[in-house]
Each structure stands twice: as C-alpha cells, then as structure tokens.
T-cell receptor, first 114, second 112 residues
Framework: AQSVTQPDIHITVSEGASLELRCNYS??????LFWYVQSPGQGLQLLLK??????LVQGIKGFEAEFKRSQSSFNLRKPSVHWSDAAEYFC????????????FGKGTTLSVSS | DGGITQSPKYLFRKEGQNVTLSCEQN?????MYWYRQDPGQGLRLIYY???????QKGDIAEGYSVSREKKESFPLTVTSAQKNPTAFYLC???????????FGEGSRLTVL
C-alpha cells in the first residue's frame, strides 16, 4: 500500500539548534517527494520538492532534504532553527502519472524553545 | 495576484443540513483537489478533478459530492450523510501532472 510515515508527532527544539524531521514512504512507482509547512489555521506552503537528480534538495527558509532510495526516506533538515519555524510539517509523496494525487503523512508539530 | 480562494473561512451547520464550500483558482491549473484535515490525521483526499466535467473519488468520498463545471471552480458539498463532518477542509490545485500543490487558506466547518 502507498503510504507516508512521519514517526515523530511532536518535536521540541531549542532556538539555534539543528533540526531533522523524519519521513519514510512506501510507494510502488518512482516517487515525487514534498515537504509542506502549515501555520495554525492556514493552508499549506511548499518548502521543497524532489523529482529527480541530485538527492539533496534545497528549499525555502533555509530548509533542505535528502532523498535516500535505499532507506525509502526523505528527511527534512535545518542547521539552525528560528522561533518562526514553529509550525506543523507534512511530508507527501506522489507519482509522475496522470490521475493520481499526493499522499500526505500525519504531520510533525515543531515547537521552538528559547 | 494568482491564488486559490476558499470561502467561507468559518461555517457552522446544524445536523442534517447540507453545506457547500467554495473553491476558486485563477492559476489556470487543470487539476483541483479537496482534502480533509483532522488533528493528528494529516490530510486525507476527498475528491479530485484533473479536467473540467470529470472528477474521481479519493479515500474518504462518502458523504461528500463535488462538481467541476468550470476550470476555475471546484465546490465541495458536505451532505447530511457525512457522519462526522466537523473538520478543516483544504482545497488545492496543480498542473495536470502531479506536482506541487497550491493550497487555499482552508474552511473550518463545525456541526452543532
């Protein structure tokens, strides 16, 4: 079955510390992978995406993610977290195929402590 | 500015009533989607449409209906058959090939 797993429901990181949010996927076809961020009561904003090529992708707001096919993972990282990064983060997977939609993980809530 | 507009932002409904959520986009995207979001459940796909006058059921379509008469519009009706309709509803659009989704700001439906 196609699925996305985000093992961590809630993570707290000190401001200035590094961050890694985990994402594992199960997908039969070559995956397109995404990370989105959501502030409370708002829609989702795309942070970054992986379609092909370099397995380390850079996104907005200083985020990056690494695609590891052997581990079926697409973890999100940031070297130094800012208080404004507190939000909910969603990993998603899709296919380069008409008639499909993105499958989302259940999300990880990030809190930032001062 | 191009984007997706959802309305209303907040909606209250009595049990047994149907309600329609609006979603309009001016991005000239072919595909549009409706997702439902519940705390701790992530986003679950209700319906999606790749082209005008065509749409497909997602994982949780029961109790919902949609139409796609215009490229710009993809309204979602939450019917009285939906057993637990209180949720946050998100509309999105994309180019036909699955790729980046652009989301609206969401509509929060509360059933009283």
């Amino acid at each position: 079955a196609q699925s996305v797993t985000q093992p961590d429901i809630h993570i707290t990181v000190s401001e200035g510390a590094s961050l890694e949010l985990r994402c594992n996927y199960s997908y039969g076809a070559t995956p397109y992978l995404f990370w989105y961020v959501q502030s409370p009561g708002q829609g989702l904003q795309l942070l970054l995406k992986y379609f092909s090529g370099d397995t380390l992708v850079q996104g907005i707001k200083g985020f990056e993610a690494e695609f590891k096919r052997s581990q079926s993972s697409f973890n999100l990282r940031k070297p130094s977290v800012h208080w404004s990064d507190a939000a909910e983060y969603f990993c998603a997977v899709g296919a380069n195929q008409a008639g499909t939609a993105l499958i989302f993980g259940k999300g990880t809530t990030l809190s930032v402590s001062s | 500015d191009g984007g997706i507009t959802q309305s209303p932002k907040y909606l209250f409904r009595k049990e047994g009533q149907n309600v329609t959520l609006s979603c309009e986009q001016n991005l000239n995207h072919d595909a549009m989607y409706w997702y439902r979001q519940d705390p701790g459940q992530g986003l679950r796909l209700i319906y999606y449409s790749q082209i005008v006058n065509d749409f497909q059921k997602g994982d949780i379509a029961e109790g919902y209906s949609v139409s796609r008469e215009k490229k710009e519009s993809f309204p979602l009706t939450v019917t009285s058959a939906q057993k637990n309709p209180t949720a946050f509803y998100l509309c999105a659009s994309s180019i036909t090939r699955p790729g980046e989704l652009f989301f609206g700001e969401g509509s929060r439906l509360t059933v009283l």
